[in-house]
């Protein structure tokens, strides 16, 4: 019996296992109306990630929340009447970076 279960483990090992896919997915390509389609539970967690790189670029090292939500509601406002532009490009020219 012990070899069977010995067995079962050795056999277990060395079978690989099953993962979930990755998804690569290009920001500078997302567009206004795509973020606009966006539940709101995506728009926050697309907001939260894109106002971290910004900060980051900025070499920010602190959280302003209500500086993101005023930027957040600014750039969903600015998306409603550019849809098919990039929040990217929109973001950049935005704050002069690149």
Avoid: H, Y
């Amino acid at each position: 019996m012990r070899k069977i279960i010995a067995a079962l483990a050795l056999a277990g090992a060395l079978t690989p296992s099953v993962s979930q896919a990755q998804v690569n997915i290009d920001m500078a390509k997302i567009t206004c109306g795509e973020v606009l389609a966006m539940p709101a539970d995506d728009q926050a967690d697309f907001a939260a990630f894109m106002s971290g790189f910004f900060a980051q670029r900025a070499g920010r090292t602190f959280i302003d929340m209500s500086l993101f939500q005023k930027n957040t509601a600014s750039v969903l406002d600015w998306c409603k009447s550019n849809k098919n532009e990039s929040v990217m490009v929109g973001l950049e020219r935005a704050t002069g970076t690149k």
